[in-house]
């Protein structure tokens, strides 16, 4: 076939293909490293256990452990949009895939520890109440499972969390999906002149009879 009647046949193809957007990984870190988004549920994650901080490089310092009030009150602290995860947001982010035991018997957290560094390989307090498990829920990272206490003495672990839906990265996700909207409008309208041209060109290069007067 002719060169340009290949690429004729290219174009019209495409004409009305709708882009394939690229694939997201599921976490994306913040620029000073302290948040995490989760694209699988839109939650904002601290990445680092209450009592820790970020370094630049990893989350150092001794995590805290605390009462189930004192974690809600940790929350408090740190900002009106932080709070204790439920016990469904918290099993989320376990990853049975890390929760590798080292030749020493320590068992690492069954978690993404590129995301979520030095994580404690233990309970972290949930928000959730009257679960299967007992009445105040938790979820133990040395096995990825969900626990249950009926005191609220207990002192466990905390990781903050906000939803994805308020804030700043609430107004980056609509903009951003606005300008995804608007690139796949502009790619289309270029595919579609490019195929109009080129079906045009066509047809004249056939009705001269002399394909090797057009590209």
Not at 31 to 50: A, I, K, N, P, Y
Request: aromatic residues 8%; proline residues 3%.
């Amino acid at each position: 076939m002719m060169p340009s009647l290949i690429l004729c046949a290219v174009l019209m193809s495409v004409l009305g293909r709708e882009p394939v957007a690229h694939s997201i990984q599921r976490y994306a870190i913040s620029v000073d490293g302290t948040e995490v988004v989760d694209h699988q549920t839109g939650l904002v994650w601290l990445r680092c256990s209450e009592g820790m901080y970020w370094n630049g490089h990893v989350c150092t310092g001794t995590p805290g452990r605390f009462s189930r009030d004192a974690a809600f009150q940790r929350a408090t602290v740190a900002g009106i949009l932080w709070r204790v995860p439920n016990q469904d947001e918290l099993k989320s982010i376990v990853d049975m895939d890390s929760n590798l035991e080292l030749l020493d018997g320590v068992k690492l957290a069954a978690t993404d520890l590129a995301t979520f560094p030095n994580t404690p390989a233990n309970h972290f307090w949930s928000s959730s109440h009257n679960t299967g498990e007992g009445r105040y829920g938790c979820v133990d990272f040395y096995d990825g499972l969900r626990c249950g206490v009926e005191s609220v003495q207990e002192q466990f672990y905390v990781r903050l969390v906000r939803s994805g839906n308020s804030g700043s990265y609430g107004v980056y996700q609509r903009l951003r999906k606005q300008v995804t909207q608007l690139n796949w409008e502009v790619t289309n309208e270029r595919y579609r002149r490019r195929a109009v041209s080129c079906r045009r060109l066509c047809i004249v290069q056939l009705l001269s009879g002399n394909p090797n007067d057009c590209i």
